[in-house]
């Protein structure tokens, strides 16, 4: 079976090892020229480390990434709230990793073009439309460098392009744009001592708009050196933010939610869009509200060679993901606000389950169609928790709270946050293997 695949992130690049783990011939469209190692942090959960394990890359993936062992809420002042371990010490078999983006993605690009060929994935390819017959489909492409149009045809087509995929545009026209929650993300990467124990992720404040994370995606080479330390300073734009008991966010995980955690309704897209860059004098004036005894933020922003601003967007969950012989996963099936650190995670499992799916049916629109009862009502369910918080609405109720929440409060939030995502240490460590060789009798 030959199978398109429209983006070559993340998401387009794991679903290209995971159907070619499953005796599949993908080939990867990617619209940029060539594929950079750009980008801040990221970090991958215990249930997606399973995943790029089983497609044998955990070798490759601890050489250039670090595990965190313990998740740390506080407050404005640097006061823990809450912790709890994560990992290998939370009792999970796999751990969880914080990495460079830009390192990830390459060393996954090279593992397709080692495993599938040089010309597996196609840059400077422009998606422009798809058309379906009753045995395929054709994918229309623009050759960027030379402006001619490239004709692709397959048995399956993917939409892994992103939250502004133009294949989920073509399936889904008459959607609205994504929606802003009013506040930005300044992201940056900087070269600093390790934070705490130098195996903490550290989540900050309060409510969307008054938080600070940083994390460690790299050691240092020496004991007292410097490493890469992942960070990011939200920023609330004449938005408010309502108390805790006034959201108002419901749904039933299939796309009929209204919940949008943020009032009267979400605003239009900040007009500048994604990626603006923040000068060296606007982080500083950002940092200076805070204090936080454990990191020198005025170093933090001297040293992050850039510090772009991104707005904080997510979509409303679909009805429908697949139609035919194509379907979404990843941002361009269910962008979500970044809570819970579950947005690339999530779609490493979407890949795992599609190979899974296309080599149990011997119909790909049926493969199609179980991929998304599988995964549709799940990931649409975390969208919706996600703008109510998720996990980090342990640390809304300990700012409205004035201090760390009674005991068993915050526990379990973390913990029904973790089941909803399917994450609990349980079910990471006994579902069923979705390697195709691995397939048992008793998967429903």
Request: glycine share 12%; with cysteine.
């Amino acid at each position: 079976m030959r199978v398109t695949v429209v983006g070559g992130g993340i998401a387009g690049l794991t679903c290209a090892l995971s159907l070619h783990a499953a005796g599949f011939e993908p080939r990867v469209y990617e619209a940029a020229r060539t594929v950079e190692a750009v980008g801040v942090g990221i970090n991958l959960l215990p249930h997606a480390v399973r995943e790029l394990s089983e497609l044998g890359l955990d070798g490759e993936l601890a050489s250039v990434a670090l595990p965190p062992h313990r998740l740390s809420y506080r407050d404005h002042t640097g006061r823990v709230v809450w912790e709890e371990p994560l990992g290998r010490a939370a009792g999970y078999h796999w751990p969880q990793y914080s990495v460079h983006r830009g390192r990830l993605q390459m060393l996954l690009l090279g593992a397709v073009r080692e495993r599938l060929g040089p010309d597996s994935v196609r840059t400077g390819q422009l998606f422009q439309r798809f058309e379906q017959t009753a045995g395929g489909v054709r994918a229309h492409f623009l050759d960027r460098p030379s402006g001619r149009p490239v004709v692709d045809d397959a048995d399956v087509l993917i939409g892994a392009d992103g939250i502004d995929s133009a294949v989920r545009a073509q399936l889904h026209p008459e959607e609205s744009p994504p929606q802003w929650n009013g506040v930005h993300m300044w992201r940056g990467v900087a070269r600093h001592p390790h934070v705490l124990d130098g195996r903490s992720i550290v989540v900050a404040g309060g409510t969307p708009g008054a938080k600070f994370v940083a994390y460690p995606i790299e050691d240092p080479p020496t004991a007292d050196g410097a490493a890469l330390v992942n960070w990011v300073l939200e920023i609330r734009h004449e938005r408010h933010w309502p108390e805790h008991g006034d959201r108002n966010v419901h749904g039933n995980g299939n796309g009929t939610g209204s919940g949008n955690g943020i009032g009267n309704g979400p605003p239009a897209p900040p007009p500048d869009g994604a990626g603006r860059r923040v000068t060296a004098a606007e982080a500083h004036a950002g940092l200076s509200s805070w204090n936080l005894p454990w990191i020198d933020l005025g170093t933090l922003a001297e040293r992050s060679s850039a510090i772009f601003e991104y707005p904080m967007l997510d979509r409303d969950p679909l009805p429908r993901w697949s139609f035919g012989r194509v379907t979404l996963l990843g941002d361009a099936a269910h962008p979500m606000y970044p809570m819970g650190m579950n947005g690339g995670s999530q779609s490493i499992v979407d890949t795992r389950v599609l190979a899974w799916c296309l080599a149990r049916e011997n119909d790909p629109v049926a493969a199609l169609r179980r991929y998304e009862r599988m995964r549709r009502p799940t990931v649409n369910a975390i969208v919706l928790a996600n703008r109510d918080l998720g996990p980090e609405e342990i640390i809304a109720r300990a700012e409205d709270h004035g201090g760390a929440l009674p005991a068993g409060q915050a526990e379990k939030i973390a913990t029904h946050y973790r089941g909803l995502a399917g994450a609990t240490v349980a079910q990471v460590n006994t579902h069923p293997s979705w390697t195709v060789r691995a397939i048992t009798a008793d998967r429903e």
